[in-house]
């Protein structure tokens, strides 16, 4: 099933938190809550206002961070995925 937002939304799909210990060593799925970091793989066309819709700020493939306890979670192909307004991302990461 693929999923195809309407106005604002975005679909974003959250990383995998890793913890590292000070000597390096990666310690998979040891998080204590989950991170607030996502990759967006889906946008809507954007919200209208006065008769004009405004542009959409990311784009698929954006790894963003979103604030906490926002957006609807959904289970969609067995995968997890979370439903947010654009206005619940705070920013894109660049790397």
């Not at 099933?1 to 913890?19: F, S, T, Y």
Request: proline share 5%; net charge negative; hydrophobic share 40%.
């Amino acid at each position: 099933m693929k999923l195809k937002p309407l106005g604002d939304r975005v679909v974003l799909k959250q990383l995998a938190a890793e913890e590292t210990t000070k000597s390096g060593i990666v310690l998979p799925g040891q998080n204590k809550e989950k991170p607030q970091q996502a990759e967006v793989i889906a946008v809507g066309p954007g919200e209208v206002v006065d008769g004009e819709t405004v542009p959409m700020e990311v784009k698929v493939g954006d790894k963003v961070i979103y604030s906490r306890f926002v957006g609807n979670e959904i289970k969609v192909d067995d995968e997890e995925v979370m439903v947010v307004s654009q206005k619940d991302i705070l920013a894109i990461i660049e790397e």
